[in-house]
């Protein structure tokens, strides 16, 4: 059975697995499922139709799962689903979807975040982020696996940042982030592959000097991005297809219409 503080408040309807901790004074709403392991601490706010898996902790005053910050929305059911092995520290504020945009927020696994992080309606969260605190993301943001958010970054409303990515704090980002990238400023700016970030996610050497070689491609030659594409493609096709891989990502990245990317 849960082991929920008699001061907590656990709406009937909730759905709870046996080994799920409810701290002092949190209240837990009818539409919240909570998978087995995951600690909710004191004074935390459950809300809305809210699935999160295992083995999360969720620490004190986060306000999880209630109404998009949208004045489209009308009070459709839409949801908040988060994955297995989180860290949400203290004061976060996760919101569910809209209908306009899926009508999902998504938080994949073992990510990493920090006090005070807004994730607004329909963002989708990767695994193995880190997000630092005071990070604002706007709706409809992408954030790929093992990005890392620098503390109080802000990022506009449907920005990409791709897998391995490094924004440094206070940057304001108002266009995509390519992966393997590292940016920062007002507005943020290039500047290189985060090498250090993918040595320790084991990159071989090879992966990572054709990495430096996309990004002049694309940053360094002067060209314009439909040529830089097109140079990046018969970059891979004369490398090993396992060193070609990371590139094939980053041009995949590249082919996506948006906001464009910082350049």
């Known amino acids: 059975m849960a082991r929920v503080h008699p001061s907590a408040i656990v709406d009937s309807n909730a759905q709870l697995a046996d080994d799920v901790r409810v701290g002092p004074y949190s209240i837990v709403g009818g539409g919240v499922r909570i998978g087995g392991g995951t600690e909710i601490g004191a004074h935390v706010v459950l809300a809305g139709n809210t699935s999160i898996g295992r083995d999360n902790r969720i620490f004190p005053y986060c306000a999880i799962g209630s109404e998009p910050q949208d004045k489209k929305y009308a009070g459709e059911d839409t949801q908040l689903l988060i994955g297995d092995g989180n860290t949400i520290r203290e004061f976060c504020l996760f919101n569910t979807g809209t209908v306009q945009g899926g009508g999902r927020t998504r938080i994949g696994s073992d990510n990493w975040i920090m006090g005070y992080t807004h994730f607004a309606h329909d963002c989708a969260i990767g695994d193995h982020t880190i997000i630092a605190n005071c990070v604002q993301l706007a709706g409809h943001v992408c954030v790929g696996d093992w990005a890392v958010i620098g503390g109080t970054a802000a990022v506009h409303q449907?920005?990409?940042?791709?897998?391995?990515?490094?924004?440094?704090?206070?940057?304001?980002?108002?266009?995509?982030?390519?992966?393997?990238?590292?940016?920062?400023?007002?507005?943020?700016?290039?500047?290189?592959?985060?090498?250090?970030?993918?040595?320790?996610?084991?990159?071989?050497?090879?992966?990572?000097?054709?990495?430096?070689?996309?990004?002049?491609?694309?940053?360094?030659?002067?060209?314009?991005?439909?040529?830089?594409?097109?140079?990046?493609?018969?970059?891979?096709?004369?490398?090993?297809?396992?060193?070609?891989?990371?590139?094939?990502?980053?041009?995949?990245?590249?082919?996506?219409?948006?906001?464009?990317?910082?350049?």
Request: glycine content about 8%.
């Open 158 to 263: 449907f920005v990409r940042v791709g897998a391995h990515a490094m924004c440094g704090g206070g940057s304001i980002l108002v266009q995509d982030l390519p992966p393997y990238m590292i940016c920062s400023g007002s507005p943020a700016q290039p500047h290189g592959i985060h090498v250090e970030g993918l040595k320790r996610r084991n990159f071989s050497a090879e992966s990572i000097a054709a990495l430096r070689r996309a990004y002049r491609l694309v940053y360094r030659e002067n060209l314009s991005l439909l040529e830089a594409r097109a140079a990046l493609d018969s970059l891979i096709r004369d490398l090993p297809e396992d060193t070609a891989a990371p590139l094939r990502t980053f041009a995949e990245f590249l082919a996506v219409p948006g906001r464009g990317i910082i350049r």
